[in-house]
Nanobody, 123 residues
Framework: VQLQASGGGLVQAGGSLRLSCAAS????????MGWLRQAPGKEREFVAA????????HYADSVKGRFTISRDNAKNTMYLQMNSLKPEDTAVYFC?????????????????WGKGTLVTVSS
C-alpha cells in the first residue's frame, strides 16, 4: 500500500482544514487507517484512527470533538476534517495503514506510512 497525504496549509486559529490520504493498491479496505503528527522538536503522536470498514474510530484526547476521521473505500481515500484549529495543532501530519489496530494507536511498527503534509496554525 502506498499512501499520499495532502491538504495541509496555513490557517488562522479557529479555522478549518481537511486532509486527504490517497492509497494505491486493491487491499485498502482491508487496512485500518490512521493519522499521526509530529510538531517541530517533538515526538510523533497519534491523532486519530479508523477501522477497515469505517464503523469504529478513535481519537487522541487533544483533538476529540474538533477532528473527524472518515474513509471512502470505494475511492481508496481517508480524510481528516480539522475544525477549531489551535496553534498547538501545527505539525506535519502523516497517514498510516496497518492491519493491527493497536499498532496505529500505539505507533508501534506500523506497516505503511505516507509522506506528510504540513499544517500551520497561526495565532
Amino acid at each position: 500500500v502506498q499512501l499520499q497525504a495532502s491538504g495541509g496549509g496555513l490557517v488562522q486559529a479557529g479555522g478549518s482544514l481537511r486532509l486527504s490520504c490517497a492509497a494505491s493498491g486493491r487491499t485498502f479496505s482491508s487496512y485500518h487507517m490512521g493519522w499521526l503528527r509530529q510538531a517541530p522538536g517533538k515526538e510523533r503522536e497519534f491523532v486519530a484512527a479508523i477501522n477497515w470498514s469505517g464503523s469504529d474510530t478513535h481519537y487522541a484526547d487533544s483533538v476529540k470533538g474538533r477532528f473527524t476521521i472518515s474513509r471512502d473505500n470505494a475511492k481508496n481515500t481517508m480524510y481528516l476534517q480539522m475544525n477549531s484549529l489551535k496553534p498547538e495543532d501545527t505539525a506535519v501530519y502523516f497517514c498510516a495503514a496497518d492491519r493491527n489496530w493497536s499498532a496505529l494507536i500505539d505507533i508501534n511498527a506500523i506497516d505503511y506510512w505516507g509522506k506528510g503534509t504540513l499544517v500551520t496554525v497561526s495565532s
